[in-house]
């Protein structure tokens, strides 16, 4: 069989339910006829954590037998030691190993084995960060697996590994998103980042309450967008060279509301050190401020934006108020190098390239980028 038995109907179960719904049951069923078995189970470890997650079609492992085998029987497993050392992508087939006189007196076998109506088992432990395998069962009447089942098994579990190992990194990027949000809900201004499609990925509770209402921005198939035809384009073309344009610096616009007052919008190419930054390809990150407000950059929001120390917000901050670098040196007591160096890892953590640039950074923020009252 020169392309395996992993077709579209696999894929797409693996890929939509099991990727995107957390359902893993369409394609491990799928996977038991594919592979001409009875059974076939993914579990993984959980690092740091005292239990394993454990998914399976239920034809044979279901509740108890996996409490069984947690509880007793995987200490007497024959199959571990081999299979841990064979390590990461090493294919164990038990019928290579343990023939019949074997299974006869071993009390894995006989006493579990037998229990849930299993005999030959293909096993693989999956690459990836994470400690997981993927199981496939077969009954005495079934027959041991073949070669070619082998190829097979091995195609399937190279899409069940990818499928687990990307499942893992989005549930944790949807983790740090959550924790970003919350931690970011308290800030007196809107804040989101998009990823390089321009969706929103994150948007803490100012920006979600702004772009919920009847107001001058709003959500547009997944996406910012002004209400007023002739600024919302103007809007677009500062994110569509925020994402693609080689300059870092930032942009600002006003957006008139009905009261007379403005939306200060902030929009900057998000730097991949900044830890607002939605993933590897190039995103954005806009801030929405109230013109009306008054007061000055709050060393906080410099931290969590670009994880810059507090030492650097600082000097971010002193040189955005039009302070030299000679200046900021003299008045901490510090080199002149030892201020540039400092200064370098603030341009590299912001994403732009000059003092310059780093002072039109800060003099662009919107205005309730401030100080709470009475702080």
């Known amino acids: 069989m020169a392309t395996g038995p992993v077709d579209g109907r696999f894929l797409e179960e693996l890929y939509d339910a099991a990727l995107h719904d957390g359902d893993w049951a369409p394609a491990l069923r799928l996977s038991t006829e594919l592979l001409n078995c009875a059974e076939v189970t993914l579990s993984a470890v959980n690092p740091g954590l005292d239990f394993v997650t454990y998914e399976t079609t239920g034809k044979l492992c279901g509740e108890e037998a996996r409490e069984r085998y947690a509880l007793h029987y995987g200490g007497l ?36 084995t037998r229990w849930i109506g299993t005999r030959h088992t293909l096993d693989i432990r999956l690459a990836g960060e994470r400690e997981a395998y993927f199981c496939a069962m077969r009954t005495a009447g079934q027959g041991p697996f073949q070669p070619a089942s082998e190829r097979d098994f091995a195609r399937i579990a190279g899409h069940v590994g990818r499928v687990h190992a990307l499942k893992a990194r989005l549930g944790e990027a949807q983790a740090r998103a959550w924790q970003a949000e919350v931690a970011l809900d308290g800030l007196a201004y809107g804040l989101m980042a998009l990823d390089g499609a321009g969706r929103a990925v994150l948007v803490n509770a100012r920006a979600r309450r702004l772009l919920a209402g009847r107001g001058e921005l709003e959500w547009r198939h997944g996406r910012i967008a002004a209400r007023a035809p002739a600024v919302d384009r103007e809007l677009q073309a500062l994110l569509e060279r ?8 930032a942009s600002s616009m006003r957006i008139p509301r009905a009261d007379g007052t403005s939306w200060i919008v902030w929009i900057v190419r998000a730097p991949a050190s900044s830890p607002l930054s939605p993933g590897a390809a190039p995103g954005v990150l806009i801030m929405i401020g109230d013109s009306e407000a008054r007061g000055r950059v709050r060393q906080g929001d410099l931290i969590k934006i670009y994880a810059l120390t507090p030492a650097e917000a600082d000097l971010a901050l002193t040189l955005g108020a039009g302070a030299t670098l000679r200046e900021v040196a003299a008045e901490r007591g510090v080199s002149y190098a030892t201020a540039r160096s400092q200064l370098y890892a603030v341009l590299e953590k912001t994403g732009v390239h000059r003092q310059a640039d780093l002072t039109r950074l800060i003099a662009g923020l919107p205005g309730a980028i401030l100080d709470d009252p009475g702080s």
């Open 242 to 249: 925020a994402r693609t344009g080689a300059d870092l610096a």
């Open 77 to 112: 497993d024959p199959k571990l030691g081999l299979i841990a050392a064979g390590g990461s992508g090493y294919l164990f087939n038990d019928s290579a190993y343990f023939d019949d006189a074997f299974v006869a007196r071993d009390p894995f076998y006989q006493e579990y």
